[in-house]
């Protein structure tokens, strides 16, 4: 059974950083591309970052290109999502998930996913 499980979430003010995990179990994690995504209020989840399976390529849409680094240890099953000079716009849930696709934006490409972890950045 696969687990995705992100924790790192919580209140933070504008300027702010926050590190968010995923802790994946019940898959080959190196296997699998890995992906961050968010989903405000009213909505679309949206792509905010990937990265290959063994780590050395990652992809960012340009509204948080500079901002947000996606990293990950293999070693021990886990995904990060470095988020730098945070903004009320940030202000999501953030969610991690698993894929086959190298690299994909697309929500329905992806195979598992975690509950979601929340962040707020206030003004």
């Known amino acids: 059974q696969v687990q995705l499980v992100e924790s790192g979430g919580g209140l933070v003010q504008a300027g702010g950083s926050l590190r968010l995990s995923c802790a994946a179990s019940?898959?080959?994690?190196?296997?699998?591309?890995m992906g961050w995504f968010r989903q405000a209020p009213g909505k679309e989840r949206e792509f905010v970052a990937g990265?290959?399976?063994?780590?050395?390529?990652?992809s960012y849409p340009d509204f948080v290109k500079g901002r947000f680094t996606i990293s990950r240890d293999n070693a021990k099953n886990t995904v990060y999502l470095q988020m730098n000079s945070l903004k009320p716009e940030d202000t999501a849930v953030y969610y991690c998930?698993?894929?086959?696709?190298?690299?994909?934006?697309?929500?329905?490409?992806?195979?598992?996913w975690g509950m979601g972890t929340q962040v707020t950045v206030s003004s």
């Open positions: 019940g898959l080959t994690f190196s296997s699998y591309p």
């Open positions: 998930a698993a894929t086959r696709k190298f690299l994909s934006p697309r929500v329905y490409e992806y195979e598992y």
């Open positions: 990265i290959s399976g063994a780590g050395g390529s990652t």
